[in-house]
């Protein structure tokens, strides 16, 4: 049990989340929940009030960040989704949502950016120390505009604006202003805006463009006026990611429609995609099967009669999840930086932790090394936090989130999507989980 404020990791390879492979051999000191050297082993020497830990054959990495999830605290299935969720009362949802988020820290993910109102708060209950928890990066709800993406048009708009869980109605300019502001006053760290559709309502398609582009840049412009405040933009379709691109957003969510112009000016300002790649492939098999009994009635398909009969076949199913996947070789083969981020939304649809470490593995499945992976998992998604000044890579002056791993996390994909293989957790130096259990 680690209990001083200085201690040492020794005789471990260090993973240091920039892309490489271990290096074997080396010492990891820690003071004050600070990174404060890595050194080799044959250089070490012991200092006075440190706590050594030898960890022969373990690895060290940086604490794993997922980008894009939702501590909705809520349950649904593909069929009520959203409306199962928004039914409960926000007292429960919120109290379950503290579950959630330890389930996320147990799976080595130390960081998470959160979009709800639970995560407003949340982050200042794990930031006291009082409770082990990841490090929140708040968005607070996103921007949708009315019947928009996180709109419920089965409840009454008053209903939706009392007990939304990860949304706020905003239309024109004026109302943009007031919510990023009133979100700031909050506490949020970023913006979340909904500039598309997103495929779960009649009015919500993918292809179906939500903002303009003045109203986009309002929300952009009044997030930046406060330093460090960044802008995230859901964005499926090419005309809505082209908009907030040229719009000056942070990071694209999703983004599946991406073109080589549009990939480029990415990588040239250095706005980040966030893919959610296993949300996306595993769209029609897992979060809305089609042809699922009774999943017509309750995704009220039918209130658009002109679309009621545009179902897509299987053969189309498997040209969209190609187009995604090409799409995403295309983001990578151009420079674009691309972070891990899971789009956890409520149980039992999507598993707090576990689809944050599916994530990992759908990267590696779509291309990418397992140093690629990681780095995306690391130094690439604190980046999107705004925070790589602080997490996100093991080097000196860094908070000390770190994983110590069993087995080498560049051998196996799945040895880090198998938690049996993490053996602690720390958060800001603190031991926060321990072979899977929560440490205080």
Request: hydrophobic content about 40%.
């Given at each position: 049990?680690i209990v001083m404020?200085k ?24 003071k ?22 030898l960890?022969?054959?373990y690895y ?40 959630e988020?330890?389930?996320i ?13 639970n995560?407003?708060?949340l ?31 089965q409840?009454?708009?008053?209903y ?10 905003a239309?024109g300019?004026?109302?943009i ?6 979100l700031?006053?909050?506490?949020a ?8 559709g ?36 859901h964005?499926?379709?090419n ?17 599946e ?7 480029e000016k ?13 949300l996306l ?55 674009v ?29 779509c ?8 780095k ?46 993490i ?18």
């Amino acid at each position: 049990m680690i209990v001083m404020a200085k201690f040492a990791l020794l005789n471990v390879s260090v993973i240091d989340g920039y892309g490489g492979w271990p290096e074997a051999h080396m010492a990891v000191l820690v003071k004050d929940g600070i990174i404060d050297r890595i050194i080799c082993m044959d250089r070490y020497k012991k200092e006075d009030g440190v706590q050594e830990i030898l960890l022969d054959g373990y690895y060290v990495m940086p604490g794993l960040i997922d980008a894009h999830v939702h501590l909705a605290g809520g349950r649904g299935d593909y069929l009520y989704g959203e409306t199962e969720v928004l039914a409960e009362p926000k007292m429960v949802r919120t109290i379950r949502s503290v579950y959630e988020a330890q389930k996320i820290l147990k799976r080595g993910f130390t960081s998470v950016r959160d979009i709800s109102w639970n995560g407003l708060y949340l982050k200042r209950i794990f930031g006291e120390g009082i409770m082990p928890g990841p490090r929140i990066i708040a968005c607070g709800p996103g921007l949708t505009r009315t019947g928009g993406h996180a709109d419920l048009y089965q409840y009454t708009e008053e209903y939706v604006k009392e007990n939304h869980f990860w949304g706020v109605l905003a239309d024109g300019n004026d109302e943009i202003k007031k919510w990023v502001r009133r979100l700031l006053r909050e506490g949020a760290d970023q913006i979340k805006i909904w500039s598309s559709g997103g495929g779960n309502w009649a009015h919500d398609r993918n292809e179906d463009v939500h903002y303009t582009f003045d109203e986009i840049k309002t929300c952009v412009h009044e997030a930046h006026m406060i330093k460090g405040t960044m802008v995230s933009a859901h964005a499926e379709n090419n005309e809505s990611i082209r908009m907030s691109v040229d719009a000056g957003v942070d990071t694209i969510e999703h983004g599946e429609e991406l073109d080589e112009e549009i990939a480029e000016k990415m990588a040239d300002k250095g706005i980040i995609l966030v893919p959610t790649m296993n949300l996306l492939v595993n769209w029609y098999t897992e979060i809305m099967p089609s042809g699922a009994e009774g999943a017509e009635i309750i995704r009220p398909d039918v209130f658009l009669h002109r679309t009621v009969d545009d179902k897509t076949n299987e053969e189309e199913q498997a040209r969209i999840i190609k187009s995604t996947m090409d799409n995403f070789t295309l983001a990578r083969d151009k420079g674009v930086k691309i972070a891990l981020g899971s789009d956890t939304v409520y149980e039992p649809l999507t598993t707090y932790g576990e689809y944050s470490a599916l994530e990992f593995k759908q990267l590696v499945r779509c291309g990418m090394t397992i140093p690629e992976a990681i780095k995306a998992a690391t130094l690439t998604s604190s980046e999107a936090l705004g925070m790589s000044h602080r997490i996100g890579t093991i080097e000196r002056g860094k908070a000390a989130d770190l994983l110590v791993v069993k087995r080498n996390p560049v051998s196996s994909v799945d040895v880090l999507y198998d938690p049996q293989n993490i053996s602690m957790i720390f958060s800001g130096g603190r031991l926060a989980v321990e072979d899977g259990r929560l440490a205080f």
